[in-house]
């Protein structure tokens, strides 16, 4: 099972970026989809991003399209959250998870390993 350690979380004003990378253990990173998703306060864990595997097509939710990027590097079993044009509603735990499936879809539930998170708040 593959161990997942974000970092990168922190308190930036609205309008300004963070980037959130997310370290992934073992030799076959490459062979994972990969997702964010993010839990604020009193709410359910959502689908932020994800990279999927095979052929390394990103998708996300409609909240964040146009400002946040998800990419991967694989040679460092790393994956990136690049969160532009920050708003206070993106306050939130930001999570990594892990998926074996070319096609998890973008429920909670179809990723099998979880990061500890990180804490993302966005003051207005």
């Known amino acids: 099972q593959v161990q997942l350690v974000e970092s990168g979380g922190g308190l930036v004003q609205a309008g300004g970026s963070l980037r959130l990378s997310c370290v992934a253990s073992?030799?076959?990173?490459?062979?994972?989809?990969m997702g964010w998703f993010r839990q604020g306060p009193g709410k359910e864990r959502q689908f932020v991003a994800q990279?999927?595997?095979?052929?390394?097509?990103?998708y996300y939710s409609d909240s964040v399209k146009g400002r946040f990027t998800i990419s991967r590097d694989n040679a460092k079993n790393t994956v990136y959250l690049q969160m532009n044009s920050l708003k206070p509603e993106d306050t939130a735990v930001y999570y990594c998870?892990?998926?074996?499936?070319?096609?998890?879809?973008?429920?909670?539930?179809?990723?099998?390993?979880w990061g500890q998170g990180t804490q993302v708040t966005v003051s207005s």
């Open positions: 998870a892990a998926s074996t499936s070319a096609y998890p879809g973008f429920q909670p539930a179809n990723f099998y390993s």
């Open positions: 073992g030799r076959t990173f490459s062979s994972y989809s």
């Open positions: 990279i999927r595997w095979l052929g390394s097509s990103t």
